[in-house]
């Protein structure tokens, strides 16, 4: 699962919507161009959890956590990128395939995770 390409990865964000994506889990309140909230990151006493939907980004002026809607479910969910990128595939209905050296190497990883257990 090491070879998405670019373009499928552009389609993945393209139909999760970073705003929908994100008020998944948090309440954003508007403020001008962009929407707010707490950090989920941080100990927040104030709004400084900025999302950018035009852009397709987030930023916390807190803590300095910010990337695109992969990082933030990376984040959120606490799984690596390609977990996070199948996550959103899977929400949005597209597809990903994986070749059979993908599978090779995941069995390999689960395997070693139990033996490390």
Do not use: W
């Amino acid at each position: 699962m090491n070879k998405i390409s670019k373009e499928k990865l552009e389609e993945i964000k393209t139909k999760n919507d970073i705003l929908d994506v994100v008020s998944e889990y948090i309440e954003l309140t508007p403020k001008g161009n962009r929407l707010m909230s707490l950090c989920p990151f941080h100990n927040d006493k104030t709004p400084s959890f900025t999302v950018y939907p035009e852009k397709g980004f987030f930023y916390c002026f807190g803590c300095g956590t910010g990337g695109d809607i992969i990082e933030f479910i990376q984040r959120i969910e606490k799984i690596d990128y390609i977990s996070a990128v199948k996550l959103l595939a899977e929400r949005s209905g597209v597809k990903i395939t994986e070749d059979a050296e993908d599978n090779y190497y995941i069995k390999m990883r689960n395997k070693i995770l139990a033996i490390n257990q």
